[in-house]
């Protein structure tokens, strides 16, 4: 046995992927791909607006409306970003980032004294948008003056392996703990989606089409919804617990029924935005959070899309694009800002497709359908454990793409794996320890008088890529920092810091018709 038969060199780009993000699959192929895109953006796009519309004293009716115009920013961001922004093939949906700076603007003394619920929901939306559009400015400035990718100067494989592992893996929550709230659906689920893509993936049913590998999730939800729709209808939960009729009932939504049939949300739907400074200082953390998992979103997607990783120019022109993201969430009034969705960059691996035109004409499904209200509410009424199994394998898949930078590092080394151990181990502790405050009261860990002050340290701790971020670049760039240059993979990164650094960034980053030439790398 040599040495050459039991190791496996690292290698740049991930071998097994059938297209990358310039290569296109057929068109009908690319349209299934874009509508199964479309499902799984749903699973958060509907989570959000369900827990706050409510505690906003918002209706049926008015969470219907906003999970619409959720929809509707996210197609409009998505295209932006795909087109504009980092060019890779990443959706960008709503962020439970900002649950907590919104949760506070709601408990906000002047908007709980209105008694009249209506009235209060319309003005809590008009607190948090001018909230969102205040704290978007600190995005746009951080993303387009170029200081997002000059501080990625202190990112390594080493930084960046934690921080993307935490995207994923910090998800745990979202997974077997939201699967369980209704097992006999979640399941099933879960083991149809690992059975479909993994063991079956090479039966080829249609023509030479592994139709198992590209479309698992349209199919596992078909089947699993069909399945719930006979559970609910035969009366399986008739006096069950509230909690179990919420989760496993695909009746209980209520968004079907006060849907309109045709909405087109618009800027200011709700009334012109208020401003108040605790607000936006709460929001600004939240804005922060979202800027930290994107960064580690888009380097998973750049490597499920067989790219190389974003050079610190096209980074920031992602984050400056997400901010003007934001500063729509902001004008329309989508209850939350926006991130990069995770789950959906897990889907490029499972389906091992990471074409660009897939996520642009997903976009294109998420605009069409906000506005066709009835529509969209039909497959908003899917089971959330459904979603939760799917974030099993999805989020997984992420936080192993993460795992696979170590791969650039040296692992014999004991300061590797102090710091990897340690950003790891703290990125799920403390965010644990945060949220086990925050679950029951919604008051938090953190409890001084300024409650923009609580709002901004929890929101910051209770989230594992920020706290991973911030464990990791400390540690790799102050212990032993010239000594470990080539343990850091330091000579494979250095070479994708700049546009110029490698000929393929051009070819995967360039702007589309011709703007590079008015817009050039710096």
């Not at 409510?54 to 295209?79: E, Y």
């Not at 898949?397 to 650039?408: A, H, I, M, P, T």
């Amino acid at each position: 046995m040599t040495m050459a038969d039991i190791s496996h060199p690292p290698m740049e780009q991930l071998q097994d992927l059938e297209y990358c993000i310039d290569s296109n699959p057929p068109w009908a192929e690319t349209i299934l791909l874009a509508f199964q895109n479309y499902i799984l953006v749903l699973g958060t796009s509907v989570m959000i607006p369900s827990a706050l519309v409510p505690l906003m004293g918002g209706s049926d009716g008015d969470k219907a409306r906003v999970i619409q115009t959720l929809l509707f920013v996210a197609g409009i961001n998505t295209l932006l970003q795909a087109l504009f922004g980092t060019r890779l093939p990443a959706i960008v949906g709503g962020s439970f980032a900002y649950v907590i700076p919104i949760v506070y603007i709601i408990s906000d003394s002047h908007l709980q004294r209105i008694s009249e619920p209506h009235v209060r929901f319309v003005h809590t939306m008009r607190a948090i948008q001018g909230a969102l559009i205040v704290a978007a400015s600190i995005q746009i400035i951080l993303g387009y003056s170029q200081v997002w990718g000059l501080f990625s100067r202190f990112f390594s494989p080493l930084g960046m392996a934690p921080v993307v592992g935490l995207v994923g893996f910090g998800l745990f929550q979202r997974g077997f703990p939201a699967l369980g709230n209704c097992v006999e659906i979640g399941l099933p689920m879960l083991l149809l989606v690992i059975g479909l893509s993994q063991y079956l993936k090479n039966i080829k049913p249609m023509r030479d089409f592994p139709i198992f590998e590209r479309f698992p999730v349209l199919i596992c939800v078909t089947i699993i919804w069909i399945y719930s729709i006979i559970l609910t209808a035969s009366g399986a939960y008739h006096g069950k617990h509230a909690i179990t009729q919420r989760n496993c009932r695909t009746d209980r939504a209520n968004l079907i029924s006060t849907a309109p049939w045709f909405k087109f949300p618009y800027p200011l739907q709700w009334g012109p935005p208020t401003f108040a400074a605790g607000h936006s200082f709460a929001m600004m953390s939240a804005v922060l959070v979202s800027m930290v998992e994107s960064t580690g979103t888009y380097m998973a997607a750049s490597r499920l899309a067989i790219a190389t990783p974003p050079p610190a120019y096209v980074l920031s022109r992602g984050i400056g694009w997400q901010g003007i993201g934001i500063l729509l969430d902001g004008l329309f009034g989508t209850c939350s800002g926006s991130t990069v969705s995770v789950e959906n960059v897990g889907l490029l691996g499972l389906t091992r497709v990471g074409s660009r035109r897939v996520v642009q004409i997903s976009a294109g499904f998420m605009i069409f359908f906000s506005m066709l209200g009835k529509f969209g509410a039909v497959f908003a009424s899917i089971p959330f454990p459904i979603y939760a199994a799917l974030y099993c394998v999805l989020f997984a898949l992420v936080g192993s793409v993460g795992l696979s930078f170590l791969q650039f590092t040296n692992l014999n080394c004991m300061r590797n794996l102090i710091i990897t151990g340690l950003s790891l181990f703290l990125g799920i502790s403390i965010p644990q320890f945060f949220n086990e405050y925050w679950y029951p009261a919604r008051h938090g860990l953190v409890q001084t008088n300024a409650g923009w002050f609580n709002a901004f340290i929890n929101t910051i701790f209770t989230s594992p890529p920020m706290v991973g971020l911030i464990v990791a670049v400390f540690l790799d760039n102050t212990l032993d920092v010239e000594k470990s240059k080539k343990d850091r993979g330091m000579p494979w990164w250095v070479k994708f810091r700049t546009f110029r650094g490698d000929n393929r960034n051009e070819e995967f980053y360039t702007l589309p018709f011709n703007l590079n030439r008015f817009f050039p790398p710096t």
